[in-house]
């Protein structure tokens, strides 16, 4: 019997140990280590404005409706951009749903930036990337939206290009992917450019 209890306080102590050592120091020291080395990725890359107001985050696309702005990749996430939904549309490359809905997005691109019935779209502008939720687009796809945009903000087309260029980045390490445009980023570019004297 004083086997069975002394194996129950041992146990007990045990268990009471690991409880405060793995939900509560190692966590916190997570937290401090990941606060003190990268603050901001650890707190969700958030990116504010000129009066300090978050605006969204570098790692999220956001739903942009306005001609003023660059709009990101379609999303299949929920009702759009809905990061508690993130996900793909899931549809295979024999899907005809798939295929409609590509057709019917070309259609609108072109439409909406200008372009003629048979001009090349980037497929990033027409594809939703797997999470639905990709922020980034292709140089190229904001390079078509570029004259919208210029238009729309009444700003000399070669302005606008050159903003495109300045937020673009290159390749993941330099031969991952292709380069690429944050269009949060891009768009809070523009906000400032506008507000500008």
């Not at 495109?164 to 993941?172: C, E, F, G, L, P």
Request: glycine share 8%.
């Amino acid at each position: 019997m004083k086997t069975f209890l002394a194996e129950i306080k041992t146990s007990v102590v045990l268990t009471l140990l690991f409880a405060v050592l793995l939900c509560g120091v190692y966590p916190l020291a997570i937290w401090a280590g990941a606060q003190a080395l990268f603050a901001d990725k650890a707190n969700g890359s958030l990116v504010t404005d000129q009066a300090g107001a978050v605006r969204g985050s570098l790692l999220l696309a956001q739903s942009f409706t306005s001609d003023k702005y660059f709009q990101p990749r379609p999303s299949a996430a929920g009702t759009g951009y809905d990061a508690t939904s993130s996900g793909g549309t899931n549809l295979g490359p024999t899907s005809q749903k798939l295929s409609d809905s590509i057709k019917a997005a070309v259609t609108t691109y072109r439409t909406a930036n200008g372009l003629a019935a048979d001009a090349p779209v980037p497929a990033d502008a027409v594809t939703s990337s797997a999470s639905g939720l990709d922020p980034h687009i292709s140089v190229a796809n904001a390079g078509l939206q570029s004259a919208r945009v210029a238009k729309a903000r009444n700003l000399p087309l070669p302005q606008v290009q050159a903003l495109v260029t300045q937020t673009a980045r290159d390749r993941d390490w330099g031969i991952f992917g292709e380069p690429s445009v944050n269009v949060l980023q891009l768009n809070l570019a523009l906000d400032r450019l506008a507000a500008a004297p």
